[in-house]
């Protein structure tokens, strides 16, 4: 996932913090405009691996903080529902004017509620998707209701949500007290996912319910069975994004002129690292795949090593070269595995090694296995041919690592 920062400004004029996710490579086939929780921000750990895994998904993403909250301008207390609506629009209209207006809206929790307000100002989205969002904005006053009585007679009070302070005025209750979703979601006028967690402690299962119901086809909905309300387990936030990429296809058409693919011969790896950790996604000809390091070195263990990945090229291409030769000769060749192990050992151990005795070397370890009804000189011939790998020659022969850096693109 290729993160930028960006900013643009707010409903009140206050300059919002956001950050814009792209797939690794080529041109996203769909824009998500992201609208995090209430009191959240656009860094909750849930709402990055939901932007990863459409990403992974072809998906643009833009994910960005409501006035107030996280790394945006403004106070908190200036703020509403409706300027939270309001700055989904400012989102929403910086995207149209930047990169193409956004196909899909999709908010969380009362983000979710916002979501379906923005939609109505919006007449380039295609479809909009809540997840865990209340039937009614004021569902929020829950949160606020030890401290009610003192914002109503003070005008404002400091409530603790989730373990940090926020300054509530009496506006805000009001103006969630006038919403009313009924019509907002009956007149929606685009195709609607509503995903929700039938365990769900802070916006209860009866809200999907009651927004399915006011809604019109097309519509779906689809359960995150066991999740808690932030998504807060990375295989839930994960199964949800998929869940939405595939939903969404079928109301998002592709580019009609996507980016070109580079030419064969030019950049067919490239590899991309965000700030969270080693994990690192890989588009290799045309493949996805994922890099990382085991979590006893401080990664996510989403993805074998770069030396699993280096271990894996030797393997397959020994495999395939057994395959090709094999059906060539027209030899019963029914089944090839080949195990690989690296490790690295002094040089003086190796009889061939000239260097010193501190010098190390890289090894390894190959076993080849063939299964079929093959004679033992047919089995001695292809273990003759597994060491003409064109992988294992490059390897053998030694590498030259040409390294430059890439100017980035200034337009």
Not at 26 to 48: D, E, Q
Not at 183 to 192: F, Y
Not at 352 to 377: Q, T
């Amino acid at each position: 996932m290729a993160t930028e920062r960006v900013s643009f400004p707010g409903a009140h004029g206050d300059e919002l913090a956001a950050r814009v996710d792209l797939p690794v490579h080529g041109a996203p086939r769909a824009w998500v405009l992201f609208a995090h929780c209430f009191t959240c921000s656009k860094n909750l750990r849930a709402v990055v691996r939901f932007a990863r895994e459409l990403n992974r998904e072809g998906i643009g993403v833009l994910r960005f903080d409501f006035t107030g909250l996280g790394e945006s301008e403004g106070d908190f207390a200036d703020t509403n529902f409706t300027s939270n609506v309001q700055d989904l629009v400012a989102a929403a209209r910086y995207m149209e004017a930047e990169w193409g207006a956004p196909d899909i809206l999709v908010g969380h929790s009362l983000g979710g509620a916002a979501v379906l307000h923005a939609v109505h100002s919006l007449d380039a989205v295609k479809a909009a998707a809540t997840i865990g969002a209340p039937a009614d904005p004021s569902h929020v006053l829950q949160h606020v209701s030890d401290s009610r009585e003192e914002i109503e007679d003070r005008g404002e009070a400091e409530v603790t949500i989730a373990g940090r302070p926020f300054r509530i005025r009496r506006q805000f209750l009001d103006d969630l007290e006038e919403t009313r979703m009924q019509d907002v979601v009956g007149n929606l006028g685009r195709a609607l996912l509503i995903l929700h967690a039938p365990q769900d402690q802070v916006v209860g299962m009866e809200n999907a319910a009651r927004l399915y119901k006011a809604a019109r086809h097309p519509k779906s909905f689809v359960s995150l069975h066991g999740a808690d309300h932030l998504l807060m387990d990375e295989a839930d936030s994960r199964y949800a994004a998929r869940v939405l990429a595939t939903w969404a296809s079928r109301y998002v058409e592709p580019p009609s002129d996507p980016a070109p693919e580079p030419p064969i011969d030019e950049e067919r790896v490239v590899v991309r690292i965000g700030e969270d950790g080693f994990r690192s996604e890989v588009w290799a000809d045309g493949h996805y795949l994922i890099a990382d390091e085991p979590r006893s070195v401080g990664g996510t263990d989403e993805g074998t090593t770069p030396y699993g990945l280096l271990l894996a090229g030797l393997g397959s291409c020994t495999a395939m070269t057994l395959r090709m030769y094999a059906d060539r000769k027209e030899w019963p060749l029914d089944e090839v595995r080949v195990a690989l192990s690296h490790r690295r050992r002094h040089a003086t151990d190796e009889e061939d090694c000239e260097e010193g005795d501190d010098a190390r070397l890289d090894v390894v370890d190959r076993e080849v296995e063939i299964l079929g009804e093959l004679s033992d000189e047919q089995r001695t011939r292809l273990l003759e041919i597994a060491e003409r790998c064109p992988v294992h020659r490059t390897l053998d022969a030694g590498v030259k690592i040409r390294t430059q850096f890439r100017e980035e693109d200034s337009g």
